[in-house]
Nanobody, 121 residues
């Protein structure tokens, strides 16, 4: 599975942005998909996941502001980010794995290169 993110950029605090992750391969619908992010000098952290029955989970830091969704007909997973804050600045990467529900990077096999999101104050 090849993953490619898009939609990053520079936004002002309080604005919204939608990230997309396009996946290759015919088994997209059978994977759990997740978004992670990594800020400069920090560890990669979990943001959100969505499994094959569209159950979702979010990090506390983004709960109520971010929404993950998937379109299996387009082999794409999305991350809608609202009310962005400067602390959301990071490289956002999508990942695919076979575990039903996990926030652990080790449970994801396939990774995209990431897209930079910068939130100015």
């Amino acid at each position: 599975v090849l993953l490619e993110e898009s939609g990053g950029g520079l936004v002002q605090a309080g604005a919204s942005r939608r990230l997309s992750c396009a996946a290759s391969g015919r088994t997209f619908s059978s994977f759990a998909m997740a978004w992670f992010r990594q800020a400069p000098g920090k560890e990669r952290e979990f943001v959100a996941y969505i499994n094959w029955v569209h159950s979702t989970n979010y990090a506390d830091s983004v709960k109520g502001r971010f929404a993950i969704s998937r379109d299996n007909t387009r082999n794409t997973v999305y991350l809608q980010m609202n009310s962005l804050k400067p602390e959301d600045t990071a490289v956002y990467s999508c990942a695919a794995g076979t575990y039903s529900s996990s926030s652990n990077t080790l449970d994801y096999t396939y990774w995209g290169r990431g897209t930079q999101v910068t939130v100015s104050s």
